[in-house]
């Protein structure tokens, strides 16, 4: 039992390239999320998916799409990346989409955009 | 808007002496309220939820209140040990706005001496 799982760890873009975070969680749980987490600020919501088949913007989803490939898996893309996305990536999920269920989060992906 | 406010200094404590950290959180009442735990360059890990119709929460060393008057949860580690080193972090339930689901904290960072 992995959890949730993330990749790649790291990553260096240049300003203006694309790139797809991967996310998967095996624990068949419903809702699944993603997070930025800048130095100083508390996890900011990107996108979330209550359920298969669903998504929803976060609180800072301009700059990002994602894709709700399966029940398993969250995927976040980052279509021209800027600087301002230099960050570290979480993805979490839920046995469900309230604030009573508790978030199992990955390991982070950290993101420099040059 | 909504905001969660956390102490951003660090909290050095010397071992065995009971850890108290603050949430304290303006513009909402929200019906949970979630504690986690996050180690350097790791996802934040859960460690308790309280309902707001509960003044107290425990868990073997750890016991979180809720005071929906001051808004306000306190999180406290008794007996203390530097295993318990960590950035704390609180996260509200926004599910009754109809929006985001969770808002997390910047986290308070505690040492814990030997």
């Known amino acids: 039992n992995a959890g949730v799982t993330q990749t790649p760890k790291f990553q260096v873009l240049k300003t203006g390239q694309s790139m797809t975070l991967q996310c998967a969680q095996d624990?068949?749980?419903?809702?699944m999320y993603w997070y930025r987490q800048d130095p100083g600020m508390g996890l900011r919501l990107i996108y979330y998916?209550?359920?298969?088949?669903?998504?929803d913007k976060g609180e800072v989803p301009n700059g990002y799409n994602v894709s709700r490939l399966n029940k398993r898996e969250f995927s976040l893309r980052l279509e021209s990346a800027a600087p301002s996305q230099t960050s570290v990536y979480f993805c979490a999920s839920s046995e469900g989409g309230q604030g009573s269920y508790e978030q199992y989060f990955g390991p982070g992906t950290r993101l420099t955009v040059t | 808007s909504q905001k969660i406010e956390q102490n951003s200094e660090a909290l050095n404590i010397q071992e065995g002496k009971t850890a108290t950290l603050t949430c304290n959180y303006t513009?909402?009442?929200?019906?949970?309220l979630q504690w986690y735990r996050q180690d350097p360059g790791r996802g934040p890990v859960f460690l308790l939820l309280i309902r707001e119709n509960e003044k107290e929460k425990r868990k073997e060393r750890l016991k979180v209140t809720f005071d929906t008057t001051l808004k306000q949860s306190l999180f406290h580690i008794t007996a203390s040990q530097p295993a318990d080193s960590a950035t704390y972090l609180c996260?509200?339930?926004?599910?009754?706005?109809?929006?985001?689901?969770?808002?997390f904290g910047a986290g308070t960072r505690l040492f814990v001496k030997a």
């Open positions: 513009n909402y009442s929200p019906a949970y």
């Open positions: 998916s209550a359920s298969e088949g669903t998504t």
């Open positions: 996260a509200l339930d926004m599910s009754n706005t109809g929006g985001f689901k969770t808002i």
């Open positions: 624990m068949n749980h419903n809702s």
